[in-house]
């Protein structure tokens, strides 16, 4: 059983260069979610999607942009990389956002640097 | 905004040792309330979710405390594969969606 799938593993930008985070899960989850994990903080809510066909902001949202593909595929794109978007990313899903007992899963993680 | 508030450690404790940790929340609000456990270099796993009433699963205890807001997670009996990083997660409302307000994690780290 997969579970949530992201790719790539690691990646190194440029400054201004563009990518895509491709996350995809294989529990018919209705809601999915892109994090970041900076040393010393929490992790912190970049977008997130409720259900297919709706994304919304998280705490973070700025130079990212988000599409929900279809019910199993949630993309986070870098239109141009900066420095300070060097994080590791989780991709994560649940069965529903907003329920009170919402629990995750989450994608092993994309280690990104931006020189 | 410290809207969830972990101490970070590291707590070192020897093999078998019992320890605790606390998380604080700001708002009082909050309905649901979990621990997950990160593993260096790996992605969160949830642990538990924390009850009103509190909870135990084998060696775990999580235990609530409204009033004073803060929830608690006990290990007994600590082994090497317990060495983490300890994650206190607090839905700060219900009714919201993506909400999930994550503190910055305490280190344990299990010795021999």
């Known amino acids: 059983n997969a579970g949530v799938t992201q790719t790539p593993k690691f990646q190194v930008l440029k400054t201004g260069q563009s990518m895509t985070l491709q996350c995809a899960q294989d529990m018919n989850h209705n809601s999915m979610y892109w994090y970041r994990q900076d040393p010393g903080m929490g992790l912190r809510l970049i977008y997130y999607?409720?259900?297919?066909?709706?994304?919304d902001k998280g705490e973070v949202p700025n130079g990212y942009n988000v599409s929900r593909l279809n019910k199993r595929e949630f993309s986070l794109r870098l239109e141009s990389a900066a420095p300070s978007q060097t994080s590791v990313y989780f991709c994560?899903?649940?069965?529903?956002?907003?329920?009170?007992?919402?629990?995750?899963?989450f994608g092993s993680g994309t280690q990104l640097s931006v020189l | 905004r410290k809207e969830v508030e972990q101490d970070p450690g590291p707590f070192n404790v020897p093999e078998g040792a019992t320890v605790a940790f606390n998380c604080t929340y700001s708002?009082?609000?909050?309905?649901?309330f979990f621990w997950y456990r990160q593993d260096c270099r790996k992605e969160p796993k949830l642990l538990m979710s924390?009850?009103?009433s509190g909870n135990e699963d084998g060696r775990f205890t999580a235990q609530l405390n409204r009033a004073s807001q803060y929830i608690s997670l006990l290990i007994r009996d600590s082994k090497l594969s317990d060495s983490a990083t300890y994650l206190c997660?607090?839905?700060?409302?219900?009714?919201?969606?993506?909400?999930?307000?994550f503190g910055k994690g305490t280190k344990l780290s299990v010795k021999p």
């Open positions: 708002n009082s609000a909050s309905q649901s």
């Open positions: 924390v009850y009103s």
């Open positions: 997660v607090v839905n700060s409302d219900g009714g919201s969606q993506g909400n999930l307000i």
């Open positions: 994560a899903s649940s069965e529903a956002a907003g329920d009170r007992n919402e629990k995750l899963f």
């Open positions: 999607s409720a259900s297919e066909g709706t994304t």
